[in-house]
Structure formats: C-alpha cells, structure tokens
C-alpha cells in the first residue's frame, strides 16, 4: 500500500472505524458489523478468484459452514468467542482444502458448475440437517462471550469484529506481496507458465481453495459475535453471488476493490432488504451496467495485467499492446 | 415393498420422467446452443424461461387472449428480449474487452433484473398455472397413468428438437451457427457476421426457453422463483457433455427419469438435491460428460 490513495482510503476507512461507536446508533452499529463481514467474505473470495483466477461459486457454504460451527461450539460451550470462531475457521478450510483437492480436475465453467452445485448442496444440508442446524426454522445463536465479557449487543461485539476485520485486511495484503502471492497470481496468468517456473500448481490451487473458505468461515463466526439467528435461506446462491459481484465490481484481482466493493454492495443489500423486486432491478442493472462499460470494476489494478479466465484470444493481443 | 409394485413405480416413474425430462432436454439445449457459440455459460436460463412463462400468464389472465393468439406473442416476445439482450449487453461487454467472467455476471445481471421486473408487476405474488393447452384426462400406457396433457408435452418437445436438428444440419443460418461454435475466426473469414449469429443464436435459445415455458406451465404452479428449474437444464447439459446437442436432450431425458425414480422410491425431499450431486459426480468423473469429446488443455 505505497500508493497516496491507498493511504488516503485507508486513513478514511481507520477514522471512520474509530468514530463509529460513538455516532451511530444501535441499528448503524449492527450495519457496520455486517458490512465488516462482507469484507472478510469479500477478501476470501479475492483470494481464490482474483489472485488465483479460480472461478469458485461455493463461498457461502464455507460462510455457512463458519457459522454453524461457530454457533453450535458457542450454544453447547461457551468459550471464549475466539475459539469458536477458529473452529469455524478451520472446519471450513478443511472442507475448503477437500473441494479444492477435488476441483484440481477441472477449470472455467466446469470448475463454476460444480462449486455452484457443492454450495446448492451444502444449502440443503443447512435445510434438511433437522437435528443440528434446526432445518428451516432457522438456529437461535446465544451472545458470544469473552472471559465472562457477554457479547450482548452490536456495539460490544463491534470493536473485536473491526479488529479480526483489520486483521483479515492486512494479511490479505501481505499475502498478495509475499512470493507465495506471486505464485497464485503466476497460476492465474497461466499454468502452464507457472509449472515451467517450478511452480507446484496443484498445491497452490488447494492452498488458495484452503485459505478462501478459512476467511468465509471466520466471516461465519464474526457473524456469530453479534447476530442472534441464522436461517439457511440466507446461505444460499444469492450470497455467493453477492459476494461474487463485490469482488467483480470492484475490481477483480484488487484487494481495495475487494473491500470499496463489499461496503457498497453490502449498503445495498442492507437498505433495499425490504424492497425486493427493486433490490433485483437495482442490481441486475448495476451488474450489467458495470460489465459493459467498466468491465474491470471501479478499482482496476492498471499497473499489472489482469487476465482472469480470460479467453485464449485475448491474451496475445494484450500483451503486445503493453509492450508497445 | 412389492415386486410388483417396484414394477409399476418403474413404469410410472419412466413414463413421467419422460415428459418433464423432453422439457429438460430443451432447457438444456437452450444452454448447449449459447455456450458452444459464445462460450458463456447463460445464467439467466432460468430467468428467460420464467419471462415466457409469465408473458403468456399475463395474456391470458390479465389481457384475457386466447391460446392461439398467446403462444406466438409469447414466442416472439422472449425470443426478441433474448436476442436484444446479447446485442445491446453482451457485445458491448465483449467490445469493453470483457472475457468469461464478465460475460457471465452480465447474465447473472439479466437474471436479476427480470426476476426483480417480474416481481414488481405483482403477477408472482401467488403462484399460478395457465389453463391447460389440452384435455387432462388420463391416459393408461402399460400400469402407468399420464394425461393427455403430457402426452401433448412430449410430442411437442420431441417435434421441437427435430426442427432443431433440420436446421442445423440443413439450413444455411443453422450450419452458419455451427461454424461460429466450431471456429469465430475462421466462419468470419468465410464471410459469417458474428454478432448477427450470436444475436440469432441468443433469440433461437429464447425461443425455446419459451416453448418449455408454455408447454410446462399449465402442469406447474409457477412464481417468480421457478427459475430455479435451470438448474436441472445444466444437470442435464452437464450430463450430456456441455457442448453436444444430442448430449443435452439424452442428459434431459436422464436427469428427468432420474428425478421421478428419486421421488417415487426414496423420497421427494431428495429431489431437490439429486441435481446437484449428479452435476458433483459427473463433473468428477466425466467432466467432459457423457457424450462429449476429448478435454483439451489450453497451452499459453
């Protein structure tokens, strides 16, 4: 983050943060720890999408994942609220490592296919699993606790949310630095390329698959500090999507895209939740507004090429140009 | 349970399979076409489906038109607002240097946008059905029963792919389309205008949207959420191998037999999910489908 606006945003975004708690209300604070979520969830699904260029539709059924595991640990034990949000956190890597595993055979559609039917499916487990998530009913969620600090309210979940939030963020950046980043990024570009530079392309997939449900998951358990209920309707395709159009408008492959594009969409969807049908409008337009004449979302990342899935035409084409 | 009552549910349940598996198939076939000419795997399917049904609900209920009058404003409406759809969004995503990603969230807008418009006319508040096309007295083949309805269904949407398949194996837009799915470049070179190809492409997978849709709707009660019915069409597409046509109407015929035995001997809440597990394990295995070709790796 070297970049003035970047440092400007950030200052932004830290200030705003800080003055939150002693501004907003009840329902700004709840608002607030939401949108703190979507960006976690967001983050995630840049990982695996925007560095690693992996077409992946099932984020929120680790989300899902995260939260019922963290509810149910924290309903049946309550420990500190930490643990239960790690436990959330690695379940979902552990499935996320599975998926990924199995996704190595596939690429571009056929990957997006048989996520998208993995979350569908996941979305039914959450249904129909009566006896633990209570099915359709939707589950209670008791506050979460910290040494006997009870997480009653919004505003006292608030400043731990902010914090594994921040904590998310920066990690995502130094991820996207580190050599390991490079490499997920090398996969993106091409693997072929990537495995002529000794690049292991099978494991930086899992790994990438691995760490993008860990962020859902731990978005899950975040969710758990302050919400009371889930209902699996919430968990379905829509939210992926949701999250898929974060990422995608603000910027595929850029990480403050990532987080501009959680805050906006995640407003949206909190103000317009009574209006459906112009939620729906509102959104199918923006989408295909945004994709015909901002393809490359609000945050385009102009110093590097970003080429996700691209088409194997438009490759060459560019790279000259850059070159020229 | 019986030996002869696993005889009958055996029947019963292809039978069935069989008329909701032809609208599958052309479901599916509505998928295959628009994939294989533009590479985008549409995810407003669903969505365009739901727009015929809608379309004929309103003439008939609120307008009051009679059948003969509907089918044709329904066929050409949905095919058109398909057709504008690629023309006016999709190619200028295309112009704007988008690729695969972005080509599929602009459907995935298109969906959004008709499910909201849809809603908003308040026609979706109840689910609803239109009356019946044909007599839905029954009719007994071997033990199992359908109606007359159904027999309707599968005759249209078997008549339906056999004009499909004469025009593409005929026609000079049919193999003009063909040629785009096998090679842009190339059917440019030999003097085929692309957008004008994808466009058509785009109204032809409207315009059979739009006949499952009508032919579907007197059976179902539909809402604003039926949409979700596409996803058995990608089963179906995904089991044929998601770039044959012939691959998509045996994938339609498969999931649809498929989803009426789940129903009938395990239970009808493993419908829902039956889909995707079929999409999993196909994907896993086969990924190139049943009857699709040889997967190829794209080198730099």
């Known amino acids: 983050m070297t970049k003035p606006i970047d440092r400007i945003l ?30 976690v969830l967001a983050l995630g699904l840049h990982v695996v999408i ?34 239960s949000i790690a436990a959330g ?27 998208f039917a993995f979350g569908e499916a996941m979305q039914w487990v959450f249904l ?11 589950y209670r969620l008791s506050p979460a606790s910290l040494f006997g600090y009870e997480l009653v309210s919004d505003i006292r979940a608030y400043p731990f949310v902010a914090l594994i939030a921040a904590l998310l963020l920066w990690a995502t950046v130094a991820l996207s630095r580190s050599q390991f980043g490079s490499a997920l990024r090398a996969v993106r570009e091409s693997e072929v390329a990537a495995q002529a530079m000794g690049i292991d392309v099978n494991a930086v997939k899992r790994a990438a698959f691995t760490l993008s449900a860990a962020y859902a998951g ?107 | 349970m019986s030996l002869a009552e696993i005889w009958l549910f055996l029947q019963q349940g292809v039978l069935s399979g069989m008329v909701t598996g032809s609208v599958y198939a052309l479901l599916a076939i509505a998928v295959v076409i628009i994939f294989k000419t533009t590479d985008v795997p549409n995810f407003a399917q669903g969505e365009i489906f739901m727009l015929g049904s809608y379309v004929a609900l309103f003439l008939t209920l609120v307008l009051g038109w009679p059948y003969l009058a509907v089918i044709p404003v329904t ?11 690629q023309r006016i969004v999709m190619e200028r995503v295309l112009a704007s240097r988008g690729v695969g990603v972005q080509l599929v969230i602009a459907t995935l807008g298109l969906a959004y946008a008709l499910k909201g418009l849809v809603r908003q006319t308040g026609l979706g508040d109840t689910p609803r059905s239109l009356p019946p096309l044909a007599p839905t007295d029954a009719v007994v083949i071997g033990d199992a029963v359908l109606t007359r309805l159904d027999l309707v269904i599968f005759a249209v949407a078997v008549g339906a792919m056999l004009l499909l398949w004469l025009m593409f194996g005929h026609t000079r837009v049919g193999k ?92 009808t809440n493993a419908i829902v999910v039956a889909p995707f597990v079929a999409i999993m394990v196909v994907l ?13 790796v794209k080198k730099v």
């Open chain 1, 10 to 39: 950030l200052a932004f975004l830290a200030a705003g943060l800080a003055a939150l708690p002693f501004v907003g209300t009840g329902y700004v604070i709840y608002v607030a720890n939401l949108l703190l979520v979507f960006v």
């Open chain 1, 50 to 83: 925007g560095e690693t260029g992996q077409f992946a539709l099932s984020h929120a059924a680790f989300y899902g994942v995260g939260i019922y595991t963290a509810g149910l640990i924290n309903n049946a034990w309550h420990p500190p609220f930490f643990l």
């Open chain 1, 89 to 115: 956190g690695l379940l979902a890597a552990a499935l996320g490592y599975v998926i990924g595993a199995l996704s190595l055979r596939m690429r571009d559609i056929y990957l997006a296919l048989s996520t």
């Open chain 1, 128 to 138: 129909n699993w009566q006896s633990v998530t209570n099915g359709s009913n939707g």
């Open chain 1, 218 to 324: 731990i978005a899950g358990g975040m969710y758990t500090t302050f919400a009371s209920f889930i209902h699996p309707e919430s968990l379905g395709f829509q939210t992926t999507i949701l999250i898929l159009t974060m990422v995608v408008v603000g910027g595929i492959g850029s990480v403050r895209g990532a987080v501009a594009g959680a805050l906006i969409f995640g407003l949206i969807s909190e103000l317009l939740r009574q209006a459906l049908s112009f939620q729906e409008i509102i959104y199918g337009v923006i989408l295909m507004g945004f994709m015909m004449f901002a393809p490359k979302g609000l945050f385009a990342d102009r110093a590097r090429a970003k080429r996700p899935a691209a088409g194997p035409a438009a490759a060459p084409a560019r790279r000259q140009r850059r070159i020229a």
């Open chain 2, 75 to 85: 066929l050409a409406l949905v095919a058109a607002v398909s057709g504008l759809f």
């Open chain 2, 176 to 267: 003009a389309m063909r040629a785009v799915g096998m090679n842009p470049k190339a059917a440019r070179l030999a003097g085929v205008n692309l957008a004008r190809i994808r466009a058509l492409v785009w109204s032809l997978s409207g315009l059979i949207s739009a006949v499952a849709a009508l032919l579907i709707t007197p059976k179902i009660l539909i809402t604003p959420d039926i949409g979700h019915i596409a996803i058995l069409a990608y089963a179906a597409a995904i089991v044929g191998g998601i770039s044959s046509l012939p691959g998509a109407v045996a994938g339609g015929f498969v999931i649809g037999v498929a989803e009426n035995l789940v129903g009938l001997f395990i239970s």
């Open chain 2, 284 to 296: 896993l295995l086969r990924p190139q489908g049943l009857l699709g070709g040889r997967l190829q």
